[in-house]
C-alpha cells in the first residue's frame, strides 16, 4: 500500500497561495502570486526532485491540476525529474465538474473522498503524491489519510492569503522525521502524523 505524501509551500504566517506565479490563483484578490521563485536555490530544487524520485501517482485538486496542466506536458526532456515523473505516472484530479481532462494519464475521481483515495493508496506502487492543492490537503487532513508531509515554509510573512491550516483545521499531532534549511533561508521540514495532539500544563500545582 503506498503513502499518501503531501508537498507545500507556505510563507511564516501559513499562506499557501499563488507560491509559483502572480497568475497562479488572484482569489480574493490576492496580488503577491510568485512569493516562492526568490528562493528557488539548488537546495530547494535537489529536495524537489528528491521527493518527485519517489513518486507512484498524483492526487491533485483542480486548481493545481489546472496549473500544472498547462505547463508540465510542454517540458518534453524525459529527463526532467520532475516532467518525466509528472507526465509519464497516473495522476488524480478531484473534481465534480471536470469531465475531460486533456492531460494524459489523468483520471478524474469525486464521490466519496476517503473511499477513493483510500483505494488509490492501495492500488498506489510508490507515493502517492499531493502537491500544492491546498484545499484538498485540508480535506485529506480532515480525513486522516495523509502520511507525510513536507512543509518548506519561505522567510516572507505575506499579510493576505489562504493559509494551510486556518481556523477550524482539524487538530493534528506530527513526528519530526527530518529537514534542512536551505542556503536561501527555506526551512524543509518533513512529519509523520502522529494522531491526535496531546496536552499538558507548566503551571505550578497549587498548594494543598
Not at 518525466?84 to 478531484?94: D, E, H, I, Q, T
Not at 498506489?124 to 495523509?146: K, N, P, W
Amino acid at each position: 500500500m503506498g503513502k499518501l505524501v503531501v508537498t507545500t509551500f507556505v510563507s511564516l504566517d501559513g499562506v499557501y497561495q499563488a507560491p509559483g506565479g502572480p497568475r497562479e490563483d488572484t482569489r480574493d484578490g490576492f496580488e503577491q502570486g510568485g512569493w516562492s521563485v526568490p528562493y528557488g536555490d539548488e537546495d530547494f530544487g535537489r529536495f524537489v526532485s528528491g521527493v518527485f524520485s519517489r513518486a507512484g501517482a498524483f492526487l491533485l485538486g483542480r486548481r493545481t491540476y489546472d496549473i500544472f496542466a498547462t505547463y508540465w506536458p510542454k517540458v518534453t526532456d524525459p529527463d526532467d525529474p520532475i516532467a518525466g515523473k509528472l507526465n509519464a505516472l497516473p495522476k488524480y484530479v478531484v473534481s465534480g465538474t471536470l469531465t475531460d481532462p486533456g492531460w494524459a494519464g489523468t483520471a478524474v475521481i469525486g464521490g466519496d473522498l476517503a473511499k477513493e483515495v483510500t483505494a488509490l493508496k492501495e492500488r498506489t506502487d510508490g507515493e502517492l503524491q499531493v502537491h500544492g492543492s491546498g484545499a484538498l490537503a485540508r480535506s485529506l487532513f480532515a480525513l486522516d489519510l495523509v502520511d507525510t508531509l513536507h512543509l518548506l515554509t519561505f522567510p516572507v510573512v505575506l499579510g493576505a492569503g489562504r493559509r494551510l491550516f486556518p481556523e477550524g483545521s482539524a487538530t493534528t499531532a506530527f513526528r519530526h522525521t527530518g529537514g534542512e534549511v536551505t542556503a536561501a533561508g527555506v526551512s524543509v521540514q518533513s512529519y509523520d502524523l502522529a494522531g491526535r495532539p496531546e496536552y499538558g500544563s507548566y503551571e505550578l500545582p497549587e498548594n494543598p
